[in-house]
């Protein structure tokens, strides 16, 4: 099988912003950092930004400041983050687009991608780091975990679904979002 040519998969030159979104454990820091290397752009992890900003972990925020404070703070960093690079790709944290407005600004300033990964693929990849992630730390076990990934996920769906760009291939690889990526600016 001949590898399809990499100009194929280019990201168009009007598409400046790529905002990956989704749950915790869909691959959007993971993901993004492979996006940001095949399409030649700088990637940014909004978690990463406001940790750096902050000088404490994501933990740390939440556990010292709180949800809110933490939220805010994301919302500030966002909003700073598209007027600053013109041209990146952005994971997101999993809550960004449900918060102070934040998906109208992701929307409208760059090409917002869920990544739409099961609940029961999100227990396998999450257990093993869970703790680092304050909404789920301290479950009990995987079927904690996975309800309260189930309610999260019900909660936040109609901002997630609200992305021009789907990926349900079961695990999002770098080649499927590509193709996808590419088929949304043939057809578009
Ligand atoms: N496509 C994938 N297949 C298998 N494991 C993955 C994949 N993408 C990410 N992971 C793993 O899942 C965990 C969460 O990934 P991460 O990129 O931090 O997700 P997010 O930023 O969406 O919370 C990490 O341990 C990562 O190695
Ligand atoms: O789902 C959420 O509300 C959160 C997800 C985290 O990012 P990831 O989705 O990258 O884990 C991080 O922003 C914070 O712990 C809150
Ligand atoms: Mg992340």
């Known amino acids: ?9 280019a ?3 009007t598409a400046k912003r ?27 992890d909004l978690d990463e930004e406001i940790v750096q900003r902050e000088q404490r ?5 939440f556990a010292q400041e709180g949800e809110e404070y933490f939220r805010q703070r994301e919302a500030d960093t966002l909003r700073d983050v598209v007027a600053t690079y013109p041209r990146l790709v952005l994971a997101t944290g999993g809550g960004t687009p449900c918060f102070h407005h934040n998906l109208e600004v992701l929307l409208t300033t760059g090409l917002t991608l869920y990544l739409a990964v099961p609940v029961e693929e999100l227990v396998r990849r999450l257990q093993a780091v869970a703790a680092s992630r304050p909404l789920l730390a301290a479950l009990p076990d995987a079927a904690g975990l996975e309800t309260r990934l189930r309610e999260t996920l019900a909660a936040r769906q109609g901002f997630y679904d609200s ?3 789907c990926c349900a291939a079961p695990t999002c690889s770098l080649e499927a979002v590509q193709q996808l990526i590419a ?3 043939t057809t578009a």
């Open 18 to 44: 790529l905002h990956l979104i989704g749950m915790p454990g869909a691959g959007k820091t993971t993901l993004g950092r492979a996006l940001a290397v095949a399409y030649g752009l700088p990637f940014l």
């Open 1 to 9: 099988m001949t590898r399809p040519s990499p100009v194929r998969y």
């Open 57 to 61: 972990s994501v933990s740390e925020i």
């Open 163 to 165: 992305a021009p760009i």
């Open 183 to 185: 088929r949304y600016f």
């Open 11 to 13: 990201l168009p030159a």
